[in-house]
Nanobody, 115 residues
Framework: QVQLVESGGGLVQPGGSLRLSCSTS????????MAWYRQAPGKQRELVAS???????NYADSVKGRFTIARDNAKNTMYLQMNSLKPEDTAVYYC?????????WGQGTRVTVSS
């Protein structure tokens, strides 16, 4: 069974930075649009950013200019660099790999932004 392995969450002060990582198998990674979603307490899961197999990126308006999504095809790993973090960024962040034949979710990694 193919898995997505996430890492990098934690507690950070407002204005701080974190980098999330998501790794999977080479075949899945190469054909998938990779994305980060997040779900805050009491809210619906929302798209944060995505990057296609051709490296086209898309960001939620709330994170534009602060977050950067990237993929390293040699390492089958996707990253989300999060800068200038705000308390409203607090959520569980989920990695997703989507293609015509797959839709796989990671287990989630918690990000807490608090002083």
């Amino acid at each position: 069974q193919v898995q997505l392995v996430e890492s990098g969450g934690g507690l950070v002060q407002p204005g701080g930075s974190l980098r999330l990582s998501c790794s999977t198998s080479g075949i899945i990674f190469s054909i998938s649009t990779m994305a980060w979603y997040r779900q805050a307490p009491g809210k619906q899961r929302e798209l944060v950013a995505s990057i296609s197999s051709g490296a086209t990126t898309n960001y939620a308006d709330s994170v534009k200019g602060r977050f950067t999504i990237a993929r390293d095809n040699a390492k089958n790993t996707m990253y989300l660099q999060m800068n200038s973090l705000k308390p409203e960024d607090t959520a569980v962040y989920y990695c997703n790999a989507h293609s015509r034949v797959t839709d796989i979710w990671g287990q989630g990694t918690r990000v807490t932004v608090s002083s």
